[in-house]
Every structure is written in structure tokens, then in C-alpha cells.
């Protein structure tokens, strides 16, 4: 059964000082990390709550994936998130059996510069790529907190300066919403809510969410999907970054149908501005209808996120 947001994909130029930026600029603290044995890229991990944030970079070019290499040429940022399973076997004969191709479950690996190395079973949708817009499935080699203790580099998750606390939920851009709205609810078996609108977050857009469930307990995470509403600003505009009007646009124009933003619970959203304020990061800042701060994705390696407290998520 898919259990929640495993972790979620951020490619990045240079590891070294995208791992700086999140943790002195944005104060999430990576604790993990270290090199794929295959596929020439190397990670730092950024543990928060039961999710993680991957930062990775190519240190192989002739191993890489060339859809990887074709992303990083548009700019850093998101390059997809990933689905936990309990049993990702059932759930990779279940996705077959609803006409869905998929290439797993394949074992993968990563050593630490320590010399340990974890383990899981992976199966994707459709085609093995990083950088695409179906997120992949997980089963990681350990549950509960051996796995968060493993993904920290074997070491307790760090607090993080910022205060995050969990990650509430992705965001994909797409075309058409009700056509994407059918597709991904074949793909995983979830059922969508129903549409709304993205002005309580200050964003031009429309939205279906798929609440992560299982059995009858919720993880408290979704998936989103996102359709641009019309603007008159013209969406090739290159300087437009979300939630600008336009910005949804002009990412769907650039990047294509895929991952766009991610949503943070943080314990004291006023503390984590005065954090980011210290540190000059720029944000926009929401107050009505609930309290919520977009930062700046040239603040995040590309990466637009949204911060906002348990109790207003």
C-alpha cells in the first residue's frame, strides 16, 4: 500500500553548495548522503518528519541519465518525488493490472564516504527516469526510525533552524486537469478531490488534491495537481516566479508537465520568517486567508516552497 511521500528529488549543479544554501540560508540540515553505485550522481539528504529531501547532482556525466542532464540544462530544481510502499510488489501488480506499464521492482543502493551502505526496491512508471513527471515507488531495506535513522547518515535527524517539521504535500503543473485528474488516479489508485481554486494561496491556479491514505489512517500528505487559469501575462516570460500571476505558465512552458512546488509545516511560521529574514532569503508573504510564505526560488536552487503550520494546512 503507498504509505506517503517518500522523499522528494532536487538536481542541483554543484552538491557542495546547494548543501550550504539549504542549511545556512534556509536552515534545513542535511545529516546523510553519498554516491549511487550506478547512474553517476551523488546525494545529500535532508530529513523532515518521515520525508526527505534529495538533494543530487551528476559527478559522472558519461553515467547519467540523459533526461537528468536535459533538466539541469533548463536550470536546478525539481526533478520529481517518490511514493513510499509497504508492499511494493502488490503495488506494482496492482498499477499492471490497472493497464499501466511500469519496470520493477528493481533493487537499488547507496554508499556512504563512511563506508555503509541502505538499500531498497524501486519501481517505476512507465520509463526509469529521474527527471519525469510520474513519481516512482520505494520500499527502502528499513521502517520507522531505523530508516530515519539510516537516511540521516546513522545518526538522529537533526532539528531543523528553520522548524520544519513535515512535508504536507507536492505540487504538479499540468495541462489539462481533468485528463491528468483520470490518468494519475489510474496510475495510483487514489481517489481526487474535487477542484478547487488557488487563490487562497495567492496562485493562479486550479487544483485536485490526492490524500494519501492507508488502510484508515491518513499521513496528513497529498499530492496536487495544478492547471495554469488564463492571464493576460504573456506565460513565456521568463522572470515570472511562482506566485506570481503568469509564473504557473510560463514553468508548464518551460519544464513540461512536472513538480513545481513542495508545501513545509514549520512549528512558528513568524520564527521561520525572522530566520529567513536574518538570513536575506526573500519570500513572499501571504496573510489572508491563512498565513503562508512562498520563497523565492532563486533562493532554493529552483525549488518554490511553500511554508505554512500544521494547524492552517
Given amino acids: 500500500?503507498?504509505?506517503?511521500?517518500?522523499?522528494?528529488?532536487i538536481g542541483v549543479n554543484d552538491l557542495e553548495k546547494a548543501t550550504q544554501t539549504f542549511e545556512q540560508n534556509l536552515g534545513l540540515l542535511a545529516s546523510g548522503g553519498g554516491r549511487h553505485p550506478f547512474g553517476g550522481t551523488a546525494n545529500r539528504i535532508i530529513v523532515i518528519g518521515d520525508t526527505y529531501l534529495e538533494l543530487i547532482s551528476v559527478e559522472e556525466v558519461a553515467e547519467a541519465q540523459q533526461s537528468m542532464l536535459d533538466r539541469l540544462?533548463?536550470?536546478?530544481?525539481?526533478?520529481?518525488?517518490?511514493?513510499?510502499?509497504?508492499?511494493?510488489?502488490?503495488?506494482?501488480?496492482?498499477?499492471?493490472?490497472?493497464?499501466?506499464?511500469?519496470?520493477?521492482?528493481?533493487a537499488g543502493a547507496l554508499n556512504s564516504a563512511e563506508g555503509r551502505s541502505r538499500g531498497w526496491q524501486r519501481t517505476d512508471v512507465e520509463r526509469p527516469d529521474l527527471a519525469?513527471?510520474?513519481?516512482?515507488?520505494?520500499?527502502?531495506?528499513?521502517?520507522?526510525?531505523?530508516?530515519?535513522?539510516?537516511?540521516?547518515?546513522w545518526q538522529h535527524p537533526p532539528t531543523h533552524p528553520l522548524g520544519a517539521l513535515k512535508v504536507l504535500s507536492t505540487t504538479l503543473v499540468v495541462e489539462n486537469l481533468e485528463e491528468a485528474t483520470r490518468r494519475f488516479q489510474r496510475i495510483y489508485?487514489?481517489?481526487?478531490?474535487?477542484?478547487?481554486?488557488?487563490?487562497?494561496?495567492?496562485?493562479?491556479?486550479?487544483?485536485?488534491?490526492?490524500?494519501?491514505?492507508?488502510?484508515?489512517?491518513?499521513?496528513?500528505?497529498?499530492?496536487?495537481?495544478?492547471?495554469?487559469?488564463?492571464?493576460?501575462?504573456?506565460?513565456?516570460?521568463?522572470?515570472?516566479?511562482?506566485?506570481?500571476?503568469?509564473?504557473?505558465?510560463?514553468?508548464?512552458q518551460r519544464y513540461g508537465e512536472s513538480l513545481c512546488r513542495i508545501t513545509l509545516a514549520v512549528a512558528d511560521l513568524p520564527a521561520a520568517m525572522?530566520?529567513?529574514?536574518?538570513?536575506?532569503?526573500?519570500?513572499?508573504?501571504?496573510?489572508?486567508?491563512?498565513?503562508?510564505?512562498w520563497i523565492h526560488p532563486t533562493q532554493t536552487c529552483g525549488a518554490a516552497i511553500v511554508l505554512t503550520t500544521q494547524a492552517e494546512a
Fill in 1 to 9: 500500500m503507498l504509505t506517503g511521500i517518500d522523499h522528494i528529488i
Fill in 73 to 106: 540544462a533548463k536550470g536546478e530544481g525539481y526533478l520529481n518525488f517518490v511514493l513510499g510502499s509497504d508492499d511494493i510488489e502488490a503495488d506494482s501488480q496492482a498499477i499492471r493490472a490497472r493497464g499501466v506499464s511500469v519496470n520493477g521492482p528493481n
Fill in 132 to 153: 519525469q513527471h510520474y513519481p516512482f515507488l520505494i520500499q527502502h531495506d528499513s521502517t520507522g526510525e531505523e530508516r530515519r535513522f539510516r537516511l540521516a547518515g
Fill in 189 to 252: 489508485g487514489l481517489e481526487p478531490s474535487i477542484q478547487f481554486g488557488g487563490e487562497h494561496e495567492g496562485w493562479d491556479a486550479l487544483l485536485v488534491s490526492f490524500p494519501l491514505v492507508r488502510g484508515n489512517n491518513a499521513s496528513g500528505q497529498s499530492f496536487e495537481l495544478a492547471m495554469p487559469l488564463p492571464t493576460n501575462i504573456d506565460p513565456a516570460n521568463p522572470q515570472g516566479h511562482l506566485p506570481e500571476v503568469g509564473s504557473l505558465a510560463a514553468y508548464l
Fill in 274 to 293: 525572522h530566520y529567513l529574514d536574518a538570513h536575506g532569503v526573500i519570500y513572499t508573504m501571504q496573510e489572508q486567508p491563512h498565513p503562508l510564505v
